[in-house]
């Protein structure tokens, strides 16, 4: 069973979100378009990935 991953939202770039996972100490960030987030998010907000859908949390 999968678990949730957490990010938050670095920043916004155009099309783009660059995310920072939560639990990691690594500061290398995943860029993921913003089609596939939630289309109020801001940076700094949470989002939750489970079951390859990314929501607000």
Known sequence: MLEAIFYEVA???GDY???R???SEDDDL???ARAL???EIME???LKYE???Y???
């Open 51 to 53: 079951f390859m859908q």
């Open 30 to 32: 995943k860029l993921v």
């Open 21 to 23: 996972r939560e639990d």
């Open 17 to 19: 979100a660059h995310l």
């Open 44 to 46: 700094g907000s949470r």
């Open 11 to 13: 920043s916004i770039d």
């Open 37 to 39: 987030l939630p289309a």
């Open 55 to 57: 929501e607000i949390c």
